[in-house]
């Protein structure tokens, strides 16, 4: 697990020359990256491999990626993840959550401005987390805001001046409506999965050591494993499937009261 203080460690060692947002991603990883499943390593190493290719490369000034899952799978924090790993002296997040009472034309400018600012770094990256909600995408009757969408479309897919290179990562919980909305052309997609099986879930309650002695979570995952949860996610009855981050919001709630918490988890678990 990486935690807070391997990060305060990595970002003394880079001395950011165009201002990376240390708060703003550390805020999101703020829970760490727990490696659950082999998929967590395999998202993370194609990340690296993604981000050594815009390094390197002479002939992909820019790369964009699409990581795109359920709620709560983790996406942002993924992203968030790679961004921070490249060290590239520039790393940005354009988010919904800084945007709140923002109208469309401010939005775009505070969008543009991080594109800019980018090409001023000769290694850039830029997250562009959850495409559907900074365009304002509502389901009911498919409304968006169109001048927002523009302004995406057109800052993704401009290539960047000569001699720079840029990286940008789009997460999306909606991966049906990007196409229908017009982007298409991610050099590279990645979906991240929730959590399915017991074993996962197993590893994350150790890493967040919600039970205090070996016997308690020996108990718990039987308890679970009883419940049926220890179905393969392709069983038409599996039951298991949470993002983690819904995850370890359950294992906060749990861990409040010191009695019964393996019963409260199942429950909650059972619930969903
Ligand atoms: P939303 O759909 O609401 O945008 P999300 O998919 O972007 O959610 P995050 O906001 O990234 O999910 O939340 C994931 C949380 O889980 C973060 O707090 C992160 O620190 C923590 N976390 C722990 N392990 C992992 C992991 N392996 N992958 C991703 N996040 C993890
Ligand atoms: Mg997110």
Do not use: C
Request: aromatic share 6%.
């Amino acid at each position: 697990m990486v935690n807070r203080g391997d990060f305060l460690h990595a970002l003394e060692e880079v001395k950011p020359a165009f201002g990376v947002s240390e708060e703003e991603l550390d805020a999101v990883i703020q829970n760490g990256i727990i490696r659950f499943d082999g998929i967590v390593d395999e998202l993370l190493r194609s990340g690296g491999l993604i981000v050594e290719q815009v390094r390197t490369s002479k002939r992909s000034p820019v790369v964009n990626v699409l990581l795109h899952g359920p709620p709560g799978a983790g996406k942002t924090a993924l992203a968030a993840q790679i961004a921070q790993s490249s060290q590239f002296p520039f790393i940005k997040l354009i988010t919904p959550d800084n945007m709140i009472g923002m109208g469309e034309a401010q939005k775009i400018s505070a969008i543009n401005k991080v594109f800019v600012d980018s090409y001023k770094s000769p290694l850039s990256v830029v997250v562009v987390d959850n495409i559907e909600r900074l365009i304002e995408w509502s389901p009911m009757g498919a409304r968006f805001s169109n001048p927002v969408l523009q302004a995406l479309l057109v800052l993704i897919g401009r290539r960047p001046p000569k001699d720079r290179r840029l990286l940008i990562i789009a997460t999306t919980s909606n991966r049906g409506i990007l196409t229908d909305l017009g982007f298409e052309e991610f050099n590279q997609v990645m979906r991240v999965p929730p959590i399915t099986s017991l074993s996962a879930l197993d590893y994350v309650l150790r890493d967040t050591k919600l039970f205090r002695t070996k016997e308690d979570h020996r108990e718990a995952i039987e308890m679970l494993r009883d419940a049926g949860f220890d179905r393969k996610a392709d069983d038409p009855k599996a039951r298991l499937s949470i993002g983690i981050k819904r995850l370890l919001s359950l294992i906060e709630m749990a861990r409040q009261e010191p009695e019964g918490v393996a019963e409260r988890l199942v429950a909650a678990l059972m619930d969903l």
